[in-house]
Every structure is written in C-alpha cells, then in structure tokens.
C-alpha cells in the first residue's frame, strides 16, 4: 500500500511549455506539502494545505499553482516552463500542521526542463 | 533567518564502523529536530524527531542527541551496515513555531553516507 504516491515519476519537457504533477496520499493526513529540491540538493518548502486551504505559499512564482480537490489530493500545476524549474518535487503529508507530526513524503517527480 | 548547516557533506566507511553525523542550526529557539534519510530516487523517510526538550532520543542503531544552546545535534549510527548508504537530512520548524509549522522546515544540505562491505 502507497502511503503518498506522485505521477508522473519523471518529466521531460520544453521551455514555455504548462505541466501538472499529481499527489494522492491513503493516509487519512489532513494536511499536504509541495518541496522543491534544487541541484544542490536543497529541500524547500514550497506550498502547504490544511483541510484544502492553502496555508503556506513560499514566495513561489504565480507560475506555480497548487489545487486541493479534497484532502487526500494535491496538485501541482506550472505554467510557462523555465530552465530553472527542473529539479525534484516532493509531495508530502501529515496528520496535521504540528511540528511533531511526522511527514510521509512522497516518492518524487524529476522534472527536467530543455 | 534560521540556517542549518550538515557537516561532513560525504562520508564513506568500512561496515561494522560506528559513525557520527553534525548538524548545526543558527537560531537555537527551535520547538524540535528531524532527521531523515535519503535513499537515491526516493523520498524521504523520518527517522527520529528530538524534542527541544529532550536531549536524546534513540530508534534501533540510531542515537540522536540535541544540545540547543549550542545549537547543535549528532546522529549516531552504531554498527553500520550497507543497507544504510542514503543522505541523511536534518531539518528543523521556524524558530519560535510553537506547536504549528505547516511544514515550513529549514533543512541541512545532507551527508552522504556510503557503507562499504
């Protein structure tokens, strides 16, 4: 059973180009993350949604738009492809938005941009 | 602005090696710390989560202590094996967060960690 799962695992794409990543979690969590981890290997929060209200926007281009359906979906939709969107995106979710709650993350999406 | 620093960035050891592993944090009003581990092309797998409270907390070969005031914590891996090879990441809430971060967690660079047979 996949605690969080993304699709697609991998994408390739052009410059300009409008791409969307999906992330489910079975967990039953209430609350939901996007992190973006750069070629450095840096992990940053991105967005965070509590019961499908977004919570946290991290000074991330409007380019980026996050939608939560229902509370066990969120998605990632980018307009306008740059070069410096590639790099992996990671779902995650927790019970809730405490700081001892643990986060399930999801097994990632490479994005590559040409 | 809260920055988290993991030192050495690669490590590689003989199996059976026991081995630590440093983060350091600027701001020490940290509400708690996290460590978790990397494996290549995954995500990633929380493996212990320190109170600011406590000043360890252990999981298996795992040993994970916390000094705040020096703004520092190790995580120690007793009798390493192959099967621990991953990049370990240490991450921490905003500073005075309280109970509630949404997330927003500062994480370290990691440390690779290779175990050779």
């Known amino acids: 059973d996949t605690a969080v799962s993304q699709t697609p695992k991998y994408l390739v794409t052009q410059m300009g180009n409008d791409k969307s990543i999906k992330c489910e979690q079975n967990l039953g969590h209430d609350t939901m993350y996007w992190y973006k981890q750069d070629s450095k290997k840096f992990l940053k929060i991105m967005f965070s949604y509590n019961n499908k209200e977004l919570i946290i926007n991290e000074t991330v281009p409007n380019r980026f738009s996050p939608k939560s359906p229902d509370k066990a979906h969120l998605n990632l939709h980018i307009n306008s492809l740059e070069l410096g969107d590639s790099a992996v995106y990671f779902c995650?979710?927790?019970?809730?938005?405490?700081?001892?709650?643990?986060?399930?993350f999801g097994p990632g999406t490479r994005l590559t941009v040409l | 602005k809260q920055e988290v620093t993991q030192i050495p960035a690669a490590l590689s050891v003989p199996e059976g090696e026991n081995l630590v592993l440093n983060c350091s944090f600027t701001?020490?009003?940290?509400?708690?710390l996290q460590w978790f581990r990397q494996d290549p092309g995954k995500g990633l797998t929380s493996l212990l989560l320190i109170q600011s409270s406590q000043r360890e907390q252990t999981s298996g070969r795992l040993n994970a202590s916390l000094d705040k005031s020096s703004g520092r914590s190790t995580l120690y891996i007793a009798a390493s094996q192959p099967g621990d090879s991953a990049t370990y990441l240490c991450a921490v809430p905003p500073p005075g967060a309280g109970g509630t971060s949404y997330g927003k967690l500062t994480f370290g660079q990691g440390t690779i960690l290779t175990v050779h047979p």
């Open positions: 995650a979710s927790s019970y809730s938005g405490r700081s001892t709650d643990t986060q399930y």
């Open positions: 701001d020490s009003a940290i509400y708690n």
